[in-house]
């Protein structure tokens, strides 16, 4: 087989939403031609989609490596890298008590995720939930005002928006 046909047996993968076999149909693809950055980006973002946030970072990282100026795999880096800075935040929040510094440490790594991707829309939802936490209003307004124009259907972000502007109205 050749690997024009593993890519378009991995898209035709995709379609069915069978992200596990368009997995395996871009590893071909990749085996077949090992120095194809396309490939391994391809592969990445199908990752991504299935939630397998450290097979997508490495494939991303590893395009990044085969083909440093294509911005858009440049772009997909950063946009992993966040998503993985995000979800560390957020696992280190997720203990039973939670302190000044390990709220700072998540902050640090948010700051850090939307420095990489300013489109990491849960990274400013999390910011604006620590901040409030931490009775900074002002911080937490701005931090979900900007994941409210990144997520402006989202309902819990408008209660939260809502009851943000209600406690620093209090505060005045």
């Known amino acids: 087989m050749k690997v024009e046909e593993y890519v ?13 076999q368009a997995v395996e149909w871009f590893e071909k693809a990749i085996s077949a031609q090992p120095d194809h950055a396309e490939h391994y980006f391809r592969c990445s973002v199908t990752y991504a989609r299935s939630g397998r946030l450290e097979q997508a970072l490495t494939y991303a990282e590893h395009a990044v490596r085969l083909a440093p100026h294509q911005d858009e795999y440049v772009l997909h880096l950063h946009a992993q890298q966040a ?4 979800e560390k935040a957020r696992k280190m929040l997720d203990v039973d008590k939670t302190t000044p510094q390990l709220h700072r440490d998540a902050i640090l790594l948010l700051e850090q995720a939307i420095a990489l991707d300013p489109l990491c829309g849960d990274a400013f939802m999390l910011l ?35 009851k943000l502007c209600q406690q620093m109205n209090e505060q005045i």
């Open 8 to 20: 378009q047996k991995a898209y035709q993968c995709i379609l069915q939403n069978d992200f596990e």
């Open 83 to 86: 998503r993985q800075l995000t």
């Open 128 to 162: 604006a939930l620590i901040y409030d936490e931490l009775n900074e209003y002002k911080l937490a307004v701005q931090a979900a005002r900007e994941a409210a124009a990144l997520f402006p259907h989202n309902v819990q972000l408008a209660n939260l928006m809502k």
